[in-house]
């Protein structure tokens, strides 16, 4: 593993630079609030020059925790527990199968990896939509399995999430709580999993938790105006950054 260097890092960054990476920490909190996705992918593309690439998953899963945990306590009235608990469940052995297989590659696959899942991610939930897909308890079963894998290697797995739900008749601020009671149990299960691994030490933890922190302004903020504001405009505009981003990483790929 590349070792990571807290205080190099931090000695890097400038006062301007720390304060524009917390205000894109803030923003990406405020879309992954109002959207349910798009808060890690966001972050996550823009820091990743700064960030090992061995670090940028493990990294991030540290800052999602941070926004779904606290727009979990904002949306509690509003998550189905039962469907929720049932998903992350059946995720759990391959969430830790994900990550195994993230540690064990080379950082060119990760990049690859990395930016083919960014795109592949976008497809599938155009497509689930457009063909207006309806699936039941055995449906989230195998959606479960699905995301599990891809949340260990990839940036940004919660489009999928968000496509199982929303295929399995959950509406409006169900699907956010759901969603972040899910992704909740899914990075805590990351991180420990990454933890074991060696790939996440106490910097990267440190790091992580200090930009977490401000996601938690940004979900109190997303759940101000989540009702007030539609997220067709915003959601074409984040998937438009997200292929912007699959472009970069695969590009890093080729010429790594």
Known sequence: ?????????????????????????????????????????????????????????????????????????????????????????????????????????????????????????????????????TIGWFGLAVMAVFYGTISGVILGPGAVLLTALASNGMVGSAIIGTDSLITCINVVIRLVSFRNLGLLNNDALLIGSSIGVVAILGSYIARKIVDKLGVKLHTLVIEICIILGAIVMIYRALTI
């Open 1 to 133: 593993m590349e070792s990571f260097d807290l205080y190099a890092f931090t000695s890097s960054l400038s006062y301007l630079h720390i304060a524009i990476l917390l205000f894109v920490a803030l923003l990406a909190s405020i879309i992954s609030g109002i959207s349910g996705y798009g808060g890690g992918m966001t972050l996550g593309i823009l820091v990743s020059p700064f960030i090992p690439i061995k670090l940028l998953v493990p990294l991030m899963s540290v800052f999602v925790f941070c926004s779904n945990a606290s727009r979990m306590y904002y949306y509690r009235d509003s998550i189905f527990w039962k469907k929720g608990l049932y998903f992350a469940l059946i995720g759990t052995p391959f969430i830790i199968l994900g990550t195994n297989f993230y540690a064990g590659v080379s950082d060119k696959v990760l990049y690859f990896c990395l930016g083919f899942g960014l795109a592949f991610v976008i497809i599938v939930r155009r497509v689930f939509k457009k063909i207006n897909l």
